[in-house]
């Protein structure tokens, strides 16, 4: 036996989850991704997203529409005749129609232990808020953004290191992990949800290109949340003087330290920057045009020195 799915996902996060749900024999009947965007270094080729890719590798049929509102849009999902709906990162609101539109429902990924960090960006927003766990849970899906009733969910530490490319690639296999049992609790017949609490709901908006910026006046433990949850993409970044001209220098890892100073000012040889409160240590960065390196790479190549401000 095995489940008739749709599954509806767009970027890297959502690809293991599809892989597996095919690999533990369910029948993908279709895959719907956010259509091909403009990409390249010129922003003229059209590329496919992730899912799609994974899909057309899998020999699924793709559908790629702009919104699922019409008529038209939601008989042709209802034609399908499928089971479930598996919903991991898609990117479009689902209308009641579609949430209907299968025998059982429609079921979503989301990385985040909800009511906490509902919405787009909850991996980053974990991270930027200092939180100390979060994880990964299966729900059942409603029409509010993420506020159906849990079926599955697995907990993680945030260590005070792990960046949000490090937390994305953990709760990405834990995610398709939790899925996989979902489907089979399912298809038995014993699939259980418990609704969510209605206290601590917060949520996680989408990241802003204006928050990217670092603010050296805030305490040295929020720029190193900042530095860590924006890490690696779309990365923090801040302003360096190198070779008599300004540039734009991201920052993808650092360390909090004990030292004072004028906010943004360098400390020592060694890439130590006040804040508003206490500094931080950068540990990794990336030039413009460049590839992540060391502080110490960084520095070979850079003359950075101490009572420097940065921007």
């Known amino acids: ?29 279709a895959v719907y991704s956010q259509p091909p965007r403009a990409a390249g270094r010129r922003g003229l080729e059209l590329t496919p997203s992730p899912v799609q890719r994974e899909a057309e590798r899998l020999g699924i ?35 009641k129609a579609i949430l209907q539109g299968t025998r059982l429902g429609c079921y979503n990924g989301h990385a985040s232990l909800l009511p906490r960090w509902r919405g787009a960006a909850p991996i980053q927003r974990a991270i930027m808020a ?30 005070p290191d792990m960046t949000a490319g490090e937390l994305h690639d953990r709760l990405m296999a834990m995610g398709a992990s939790l899925m996989v049992q979902a489907l089979a609790e399912l298809e038995a017949g014993g699939l259980e949800t418990v609704p969510q609490a209605c206290e601590g709901v917060t949520y996680a908006k989408k990241i802003d ?17 900042n530095i860590r949850g924006l890490s690696p993409f779309p990365g923090a970044w801040c302003e360096f003087e190198i070779g008599g001209r300004t540039e734009r220098v991201k920052l993808l890892r650092s360390q909090r ?52 401000k940065l921007s």
């Open 1 to 29: 036996m095995s489940l008739r799915v749709i599954f509806m996902g767009t970027p890297d996060f959502s690809v293991p989850t599809l892989r597996a749900i095919s690999e533990a024999g369910h029948e993908v009947v």
């Open 61 to 95: 049929e793709v559908r790629t529409p702009l919104s699922l509102k019409s008529e038209a849009e939601q008989a042709a999902f209802a034609e399908l005749k499928a089971d479930v709906a598996v919903v991991v990162a898609y990117g479009l609101l689902l209308p």
């Open 130 to 159: 200092g939180d100390t766990e979060t994880g990964m849970m299966v729900m059942r899906m409603e029409e509010g953004l993420d506020t159906g009733p849990v079926a599955r969910l697995e907990k993680v530490a945030i260590a």
């Open 209 to 225: 290109k204006a928050e990217t910026r670092i603010d050296w006046t805030l305490p040295a433990t929020a720029v190193d949340n």
């Open 257 to 308: 330290s004990a030292g004072q100073g004028e906010p943004g000012t360098v400390l020592d040889d060694r890439l130590e920057i006040a804040c508003g409160e206490a500094a931080v240590r950068l540990v990794e960065v990336q030039r413009a045009g460049g590839k992540p390196v060391t502080a110490d790479e960084f520095l070979r190549g850079a003359k950075i020195e101490k009572g420097m």
